[in-house]
């Protein structure tokens, strides 16, 4: 598997590679709480703590056998991130996860870039399941979610704070699914 991904132009979009000079935007973003409310992380309370998710987490993915996340940009300013992680090697699945600055939510930005991550997952990734995960109350997202035609899949407990737990949905769709939903035979 090709771990590099592309630079991809989506409109006024860009996603590339997640770079240590993205920790302020990347702050900016993280240390708002209503932002963070569905996450497992956060908000940030330093500097420090996107600095260290950057170079101590998401840098290092290639050692996990995963691709370096998505810094999704406008200006090439980072104002969210997507990610593959979770790989199962007997399902050739990955889970993909991603967070949008509360700044740009309702302007279709996800819808895009969902649909540009959901293809190079299956084509140049070459994975055979998609996974995406969210808590049960994150109505927006399951809607998104649905829109591609992720199905329900299991509801699981996921640890949002330390030791608290809530509900959450995992969904999913199979490289075949998706090619017959989008008539790419």
């Avoid at 569905?38 to 996107?50: D, F, Q, T």
């Avoid at 199962?88 to 649909?115: A, C, H, P, R």
């Avoid at 997952?121 to 055979?128: A, P, R």
């Amino acid at each position: 598997m090709d771990l590099s991904l592309p630079v991809l132009h989506i409109g006024k979009i860009k996603l590339r590679e997640i770079q240590k000079s993205d920790f302020p935007a990347l702050y900016e973003v993280g240390s708002n709480p209503e932002m963070c409310k569905y996450l497992n992380w956060g908000p940030y309370k330093r500097v420090s703590e996107a600095l260290y998710a950057i170079e101590g987490i998401y840098l290092k993915r290639h050692e996990e056998s995963l691709p370096i996340p998505y810094a999704i940009c406008i200006n090439d300013i980072l104002i969210g991130v997507l990610e593959y992680h979770s790989y199962n090697e007997d399902e050739k699945s990955m889970e993909i996860g991603f967070f949008l600055s509360q700044d740009y939510w309702g302007k279709g930005i996800m819808t895009k870039v969902l649909k540009e991550a959901i293809m190079l997952g299956f084509y140049q990734l070459e994975l055979e399941k998609i996974v995406i995960s969210t808590l049960a109350e994150n109505e927006r997202c399951i809607k998104l979610i649905k829109r591609f035609g992720l199905e329900y899949q299991e509801s699981k407990l996921f640890e949002v704070a330390e030791e608290r737990f809530e509900v959450g949905y995992c969904y999913s769709i199979y490289k075949d699914d998706y090619i017959w939903r989008n008539k790419l035979l």
